[in-house]
């Protein structure tokens, strides 16, 4: 089993930033691949950044690519998302992922084996 808890929503202006942190507990050694999704009312969960075990690859929707910065640090367990260039549209609910013991498909949420309960980020215009 693992546990995911995020941490470090909250408001921001258009422009400004936020940064969110995923604390890992329980079988965090077989964590491979980590992602962040997002999910505003009436939309489907989307795939907003993952990045390898190790650190040196990442993928980021186009939508945020250039703003948002994804970073783990394994000795701590911790997964983070740095956002930047904030936009209202970037509203949503945040979610980290985590494949256990595998590693599958990065974008498709259904590739992720744990997920944390989720932490609001507003950004106001």
């Known amino acids: 089993q693992v546990q995911l808890v995020e941490s470090g929503g909250g408001l921001a202006q258009a422009g400004g930033s936020l940064r969110l942190s995923c604390a890992a507990s329980?079988?965090?050694?077989?964590?491979?691949?980590m992602g962040w999704f997002r999910r505003t009312p009436g939309k489907e969960r989307e795939f907003v950044t993952a990045?390898?075990?190790?650190?040196?690859?990442?993928r980021y929707a186009d939508s945020v690519k250039g703003r948002f910065t994804i970073s783990r640090d394994n000795a701590k367990n911790t997964l983070y998302l740095q956002m930047n260039s904030l936009k209202p549209e970037d509203t949503a609910v945040y979610y980290c992922?985590?494949?256990?013991?595998?590693?599958?498909?990065?974008?498709?949420?259904?590739?992720?084996?744990?997920w944390g309960q989720g932490t609001q980020g507003t950004v106001s215009s």
């Open positions: 992922a985590a494949q256990v013991g595998r590693i599958g498909g990065w974008r498709p949420w259904a590739q992720y084996d744990y």
């Open positions: 329980g079988r965090t050694s077989s964590i491979y691949t």
């Open positions: 990045i390898s075990w190790s650190g040196a690859n990442t």
